[in-house]
Structures are given as C-alpha cells and as structure tokens.
C-alpha cells in the first residue's frame, strides 16, 4: 500500500546510491502525478459513456494523491484521524459505484443496444454527476479549514460524551 512504499523510500533515502532505481521511480511517479497522469480504465466502452470514464481516470488519480497526503501528513497517527478516513473511505465508495454503474449501462449497452437503453443512460448521466460531486466535497473537506473543524467536532463530541448528553434549559436551542 501507500504507506508501506513510503516506508521504502524513506529507507531508501538513507542509502541514496544504492538505492537509486527505487527512488528514480518514485520520483518519476510524483512527477507524472503533478503533471496530470491519470490511471487509465482499460475497458472498452460506448463513445457515451467516455466522458464518465475520464471522470473516474481523474478521481482515481486524486484518491491516490489524497491517501498520500494523508498519509505524509499524519503519519502512524492515520488510524486515529477518523474523520479524514472516513473521507477517503467515502471518495472510495462513490468511486465503487460509479464504477459499478459505468459497468452496468455498458453491459446494457452491449445487450440491447444505445437506442433501448436511453434511459439507464439518462440515469447513469445523473448519477455520475451525482456522485463526483459527493467525491469533489469530500475531497475538498481534506484541506485547510476541515482540520479546525474536524477539532471542533471532536471537542463537541467529547464534551458531550463527558456529561453524558446535552441538556440546555432552552428547548429551543
């Protein structure tokens, strides 16, 4: 996994020379990454669906780029950031489904071709849209500002927790 070839590299890294074949191809990985490559979908699909497989090539190479970050960032304490998991988890899992549904509307495709199946394709439009949107915030909640908040929220819960409830004298609030 991620964590585990960042642990090569930094072992590599003590012994530079020796080690140059691995850290020539990290470096070369990051580069592309900067640079915009993508992993590719080697599937082969319906010119209608091209545009959600681009979309998909696209979060795969942010979900790769996030978890490393996470994992630069935070190091052995990854398992305690719940809240940053759980959104890597949810890119993960929009991930799934569209995948999922890309699979699906091709295969209908494939059976009963374009003209019949304008309607899982009006569906599977929508739902694309839908869940890029729901891995775009996820995303975006990984940075910056998230990280206040995520404190606040755990401050919260843990007040909460402590007095086993929240009780106000205002119904109202």
């Known amino acids: 996994g991620p964590a585990e070839s960042l642990k090569e590299v930094g072992t590599a890294l003590r012994k530079p020379l020796r080690n140059l074949g691995l850290l020539s191809g990290y470096a ?40 490393g970050r996470a994992i630069m960032k935070h190091r052995s304490a990854i398992v305690e950031r719940q809240l940053v998991l759980e959104r890597l988890a949810n890119m993960a899992i929009e991930m799934l489904a569209t995948a999922c549904v890309i699979s699906r509307t091709q295969s209908l ?9 304008e309607r899982e394709l009006a569906l599977c439009d929508l739902f694309c849209v839908e869940s890029g949107r ?19 929220r755990l401050s919260v819960a843990g007040t909460v927790r402590k007095e086993k409830g929240y009780f106000v004298e205002d119904a109202i609030l």
């Open 109 to 117: 495709i494939d059976k009963n071709g374009l003209q019949a199946t």
């Open 134 to 152: 729901r891995f775009r915030a996820n995303r975006e909640m990984l940075g910056g500002l998230a990280e206040s908040i995520d404190d606040m």
């Open 28 to 67: 070369t990985s990051r580069i592309r990454s900067r640079l915009g490559a993508t992993a590719t979908l080697d599937a082969v699909l319906h010119d209608r669906l091209k545009k959600h497989k681009e979309y998909f090539e696209k979060h795969v190479a942010e979900l790769k780029a996030e978890t």
